[in-house]
């Protein structure tokens, strides 16, 4: 079944707008890639002014995503991100995490 | 947009199986309840002998979520929970947190 491949975000609230409109702007190509079912941007809690994002993308499979993160098309989605002022409102390196689907309703 | 409710489980490796079975052989009937979008449970990595699962269900909003939970559709769905074999299979209270999609490619 599908697996997800979350990143978990703690930005600051000062800089939530600015990490929101990074994602908003950024030229997003995943549809073009193979197995890319579904992206999401998640917004959760605040706590003491610091907010929880986690982007969830949605892969056929676990090679679809592994073969993303060693493509061309990955390395051009993330150049840029360094440079972004919605970069910035990051605290600490985003926390990876990988899913498998073993039960789904819909 | 759509609310996630995710609830985060702890899991002894040996007793992965039942939780699993629970999960599988559960009467789910969210599929009645209004605003319900989807249902996945994700198996995580395992770290020293414990497993990540992770519950996600999606709502139309998060009204939809709060009012199942005050629901006796909820109380139904889990009532029958505490005596399972992999109830006891999970280490510790889940951890429940709830997002809001801000962006959504698919």
Chains 1, 2 share one sequence.
Do not use: C
């Not at 999401?40 to 592994?66: M, N, P, Q």
């Not at 150049?79 to 600490?92: D, P």
């Amino acid at each position: 079944m599908n697996f997800i491949a979350m990143n978990r975000f703690k930005v600051s609230v000062e800089g939530a707008d600015d990490f929101e409109d990074m994602w908003r702007s950024r030229e997003s190509r995943l549809k073009e890639v193979p197995g890319f079912k579904e992206f999401r941007l998640l917004k959760g809690a605040e706590d003491e002014g610091i907010r929880t994002y986690s982007s969830h993308v949605i892969w056929d499979s676990k090679a679809d995503f592994e073969n993303w993160t060693q493509s061309e098309h990955f390395r051009d989605a993330h150049k840029n991100v360094g440079k972004s002022k919605g970069r910035s409102a990051i605290m600490g390196p985003p926390k990876f995490e990988g899913f498998e689907t073993i039960l789904q309703e819909d």
